[in-house]
């Protein structure tokens, strides 16, 4: 049965940065963007990389194939896996070029300065 | 093609609409297409002495049994592919052809090697002009292909502006690009432009190298016909990337593209590829929003000539089904080459419940023609077909 554990307080999980967290048998990669907080498992679904030792980059979309036309949403950063590059957006861990294949994420939230996970 | 010409349809079990996306035509010698240059151009190539060939490239690889089929020869001693009553004779007439696209010949395929561009361009004009004039005035069932010079993309451009709603013109047709850049390539967006405009969809045929045109593969210059022949595969690997990585479809979301004799057996692999570096690479590419066989299945056709077979059928027929060759292969000869698919042979090697598909509806789709077969040539108009819906 699924119940709410700690993961830490929220001065241990810099706005922007990805940081592993042990959860009994759970490898749990903790980041978090502001007031939001999401809980990755730590392996991509593509080849079992382990996400901690990836990035967390600004996404880079552009409407037509035009010099000028890429620019960076800085508001809706991805998550890029360290061995093959996969983008995946942390809120739903969906990857961006392929939305069939997705990560393993726990439901994750910010309980005053507690940082908890439903696992 | 001769054998099941004497026989019957030769067919087999299908006894559907066949079209026929890949018919070579030519005209018979240089005087005849000597008619349709400028006068100026006339009178100086009149004036030459020497050799006056036409094109670079043609006759550098050098096939020994020649590239077209000894019958398919006019008795006249003409090119093979110049004779409208003999393409009724072995191709139109006993298969029932419903529409037979003309994609001109070898030689012109060096369109684009012509290294002097305004040449060039009087070039692609005479021979476009040639095929409404000789060709599609004669005969409902025959759709002609708006060959370009590509060397000058806004001229090329023009081009397809100025014929291209000639109902019979069905596609535009490129071979050779000159610009040492495959066709995805922004400098060559303007005739994707022009082709959109005009509700066409655009074919790439492997073609001459020489001249301006590159080679049609990689790795350095080869020796041999046979080396050539079993690698215009890359021809269409390199431009099938292009058109995926530049973004093409997102910006000529209408825009259709089909790969003229180059083989298909190498796409499902081919495309494998693409969606993994996609999946990897995507923020060098962003204008780039779906997966490569995506952009594949909803804006790209093969032709089936010349197809792979596997001496197992099921095995060739599984190759396909990874790349829904169902919906995605359009049947083609390549009448009058040596290597000459008949509609029967094709229709042997794929399952049955593929036929309509194959050998009509998605080249129908392609081409935007209307359902149903045309009304013959002896009809009043000589156009009764109509024009393709645009879209």
Not at chain 2, 156 to 183: F, M, N, T, W
Not at chain 2, 194 to 206: D, F, I, Q, R, T
């Amino acid at each position: 049965m699924a119940t709410w554990t700690e993961l830490g307080v929220v001065d241990e999980f810099p706005s922007g940065e990805m940081k592993l967290v042990e959860l009994g048998k759970h490898e749990v990669v903790v980041l978090r963007l502001g007031q939001d907080v999401y809980a990755i498992r730590n392996s991509c679904p593509h080849a079992a990389a382990k996400i901690c030792l990836g990035r967390v980059v600004p996404r880079i979309i552009a409407d037509r194939p035009a010099p000028d036309a890429a620019v960076v949403e800085v508001e809706r950063p991805v998550i890029t896996c360290p061995w093959h590059g996969w983008e995946f957006d942390p809120r739903d861990g969906q990857a961006i070029a392929d939305p069939r294949m997705r990560l393993k994420m726990w439901p994750a939230k910010l309980d005053g300065e507690r940082v908890l996970v439903e696992i | 093609m001769t054998q099941s010409s004497a026989s019957g349809r030769g067919l087999g079990r299908y006894k559907g609409l066949v079209i026929d996306a890949d018919v070579h035509h030519t005209w018979p010698n240089d005087d005849v297409i000597m008619e349709y240059l400028p006068t100026a151009r006339q009178a100086y190539r009149k004036a030459m002495r020497g050799a006056k060939r036409f094109f670079p490239g043609a006759g550098e690889f050098q096939n020994p049994y020649d590239i077209h089929r000894a019958e398919f020869f006019p008795e006249d001693g003409s090119s093979a592919g110049s004779s409208y009553d003999l393409l009724c004779e072995q191709l139109l007439d006993p298969f029932e052809i419903t529409y037979a696209v003309l994609t001109h010949d070898d030689a012109t395929f060096g369109l684009s090697g012509v290294r002097n561009p305004y040449f060039a361009a009087e070039l692609m004009r005479a021979a476009n002009d040639y095929t409404v004039d000789q060709w599609l005035s004669r005969d409902p069932r025959v759709l002609g292909s708006l060959i370009l010079n590509t060397q000058v993309p806004e001229w090329a451009a023009a081009e397809v502006r100025r014929l291209g709603d000639h109902p019979q013109i069905c596609q535009v047709l490129l071979a050779g690009a000159s610009l040492d850049k495959p066709y995805g390539h922004p400098i060559f967006h303007p005739i994707y432009k022009a082709a959109e405009e005009m509700g066409l969809p655009v074919s790439l045929h492997v073609g001459y190298v020489g001249g301006m045109n590159p080679e049609m593969h990689a790795g350095g210059k080869t020796s041999f016909y046979a080396e050539i022949h079993t690698l215009w595969l890359q021809f269409f690997t390199t431009n099938m990337g292009s058109f995926i990585w530049h973004g093409v479809f997102e910006e000529f979301p209408n825009l259709k593209v089909a790969f003229v004799e180059g083989g298909a057996a190498w796409v499902p692999a081919f495309l494998w590829k693409l969606d993994a570096d996609y999946r990897s690479l995507r923020s060098e590419v962003p204008w780039v929003k779906r997966l490569p066989s995506e952009y594949f299945r909803d804006h790209m056709r093969l032709t089936t000539q010349p197809i792979e077979y596997s001496k197992k059928r099921e095995e060739t027929v599984a190759v396909f089904e990874m790349m829904d060759g169902k919906d995605v292969l359009m049947f083609s000869s390549d009448y009058p080459h040596w290597d000459s698919d008949e509609p029967s042979y094709v229709a042997s090697r794929f399952p049955a419940e593929w036929h309509d598909k194959m050998f009509y509806e998605n080249a129908a789709g392609f081409y935007r023609l209307p359902s149903g077969a045309p009304t013959r040539a002896t009809d009043a108009s000589p156009f009764a077909i109509q024009p393709p819906v645009g879209g």
